[in-house]
């Protein structure tokens, strides 16, 4: 029996695939934050404000917690933008299902690619015979 000997990819390729991912990585990456900015500006206006006329007892913190707020070296203006800024754990429908576009899409192109290298991989080996 022949040993299979796979196709070789040519430096070109390899380079195309290697760019192609960093750009999506990057991309994906990058898209839930642009559209997240316009939200983002109102909502650090809000904090400026909140941040202008704040104090520890209007930030709802006691002594203790003061304490460390002022040896990380925070007064209550600089500490009320961190304090106010929360995490939004509200699960935007559109942006999940964007996701599962192209999560879905990403894995139906491999299978089909996955699909398409078996068949010729078989063919190579096994119609000679």
């Known amino acids: 029996m022949k040993n299979y000997t796979p196709p070789n990819q040519g430096m070109f390729g390899q ?3 290697t760019i ?3 750009v999506l990585v990057y991309v994906s990456l990058m898209v839930p934050l642009l559209f997240k900015a316009a939200a983002k500006a109102e909502d650090a206006a ?3 404000a909140a941040a202008v006329k704040a104090s520890w007892e209007s930030l709802g913190q006691n002594a203790v917690q003061q ?3 002022v040896k990380l070296g925070y007064d209550p203006e600089k500490a009320a933008t961190l304090i106010n800024s929360r995490f939004d754990y509200t699960i935007d ?3 999940l299902l964007i996701t599962i576009a192209v999560v879905g899409g990403y ?3 491999m299978l089909k690619v996955s699909d398409q290298e078996y068949r010729e991989v ?3 080996k096994f119609d000679n015979k």
């Open 15 to 17: 380079i195309f695939d």
């Open 93 to 95: 429908p559109i942006m």
């Open 67 to 69: 304490a460390q707020w």
């Open 107 to 109: 894995f139906w192109f």
């Open 122 to 124: 078989i063919r190579e």
């Open 46 to 48: 809000t904090v400026a």
């Open 20 to 22: 192609l991912v960093l």
